[in-house]
């Protein structure tokens, strides 16, 4: 952002915040009213990652990392969760998909945040013995996510795919509904509608046939994971969140505890949510793109970080994170 503001002749000003288990660590919640204040009087949140194995292994844990993220989503009001899933093209032998495939696939997921059985009542019941986690959509959440997600096929190869369970689950068949409804509003654009376990198989199969995929919060969780592997790497992923307000954005990767203090963490991910902030929340596109730029240059020339280093490019520079982010830098 440094960086950026040099070259531009902008200046950004930072405030920082604890979420998840440090916040946890210091001061019991994992979202402390103080960080969502300090993120609701901010442009946007520039955004780690969330998760620490002590609580992934113990599921009776009340208090989890995981809880910020969500309370945050919710109280910004972060209803829209977009996850381009773009190959580099010098990353094509990084993926485990084979090349003549992948070329080419360019993918812009429309996740929607805010709804669904991440949020509806969950509990207990029979003594503990059952457990239950209702899942839940409104007409207008539904709505508001498919004209986001229309609008941007627009600006793209004008092709909508919309994912659910609409033979076996109620809120897909709302879903499916009211897609088809706002569909009639962009005749110009192309729709179809696909099972969330056919779109698993065909993400695979033949990735170029997706444009814009709207899909609805835990079925975007699992296909966005599954499709990070067309970017060659988790590490390679950027997303933005928007709703009204501030808008959030991240990678999509998880705080990653294997590899803590080991220095081989691939920045791009974050360097490249950066690149979207500047873009959408501060309407910076010439800004976004440089930095696009110089990620797309240290690539070109040849440096990867372990995760998308592969046996196919043997000239390959592994570099670790600290050294990667200084190419990038170097190339902004
Ligand atoms: C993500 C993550 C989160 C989610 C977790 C950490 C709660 O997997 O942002 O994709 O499930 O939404
Ligand atoms: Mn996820």
């Known amino acids: 952002m440094d960086a950026i503001a040099a070259k531009f002749g902008h200046s950004f000003t930072y405030d920082e915040a604890l979420i998840g288990h440090v916040a946890i660590e210091a001061t019991g919640s994992p979202l402390p009213d103080e960080s969502l204040e300090k993120m609701l009087h901010s442009d946007a949140v520039l955004f780690g990652a969330v998760g620490h194995p002590k609580y992934d292994n113990d599921p009776s844990a009340r208090v989890r990392p995981e809880q910020g993220l969500l309370k945050m989503r919710k109280e910004l009001g972060l209803y829209a969760n977009l996850r381009p899933i773009k190959l580099f093209d010098e990353l094509l032998g990084a993926s485990s998909i084979k090349p003549e495939i992948l070329k080419g696939a360019d993918i812009l997921f429309f996740r929607e945040l805010t709804g669904d059985i991440y949020f509806g009542e969950k509990g207990r019941k029979n003594n503990g013995d059952t457990a239950y986690d209702v899942a839940e959509y409104s007409r207008y959440e539904v709505e508001r996510i498919a004209r986001k997600a229309f609008d941007a096929a627009r600006t793209r190869r004008k092709k909508v795919c919309s994912v659910d369970k609409a033979n076996v689950i109620e809120t897909s068949r709302l879903w499916r509904e009211v897609v088809q409804k706002v569909a009639k509003e962009y005749p110009d654009v192309e729709v179809e509608h696909q099972f969330v376990d056919a779109t698993a198989m065909l993400?695979?199969?033949?990735?170029?046939?997706?444009?814009?995929?709207?899909?609805?919060?835990?079925?975007?969780?699992?296909?966005?994971?599954?499709?990070?592997?067309?970017?060659?790497?988790?590490?390679?992923?950027a997303s933005a969140s928007i709703g009204d307000g501030t808008g959030v954005y991240e990678p999509i990767h998880g705080s990653a505890h294997d590899i803590t203090g080991k220095g081989v963490a691939n920045p791009l991910a974050s360097i490249l949510s950066a690149a979207l902030l500047l873009d959408i929340s501060f309407g910076m596109k010439a800004e976004s793109e440089a930095v696009i730029a110089a990620v797309d240059g240290v690539l070109k020339a040849g440096f990867r970080t372990r995760d998308i280093a592969d046996a196919t490019t043997p000239t390959a520079k592994v570099l670790g994170t600290e050294a990667m982010g200084a190419e990038v830098l170097k190339l902004i």
């Open 203 to 237: 993400l695979i199969k033949d990735p170029r046939r997706f444009d814009v995929v709207v899909t609805a919060n835990l079925f975007g969780d699992i296909l966005t994971d599954e499709a990070s592997q067309i970017a060659g790497s988790m590490g390679m992923l």
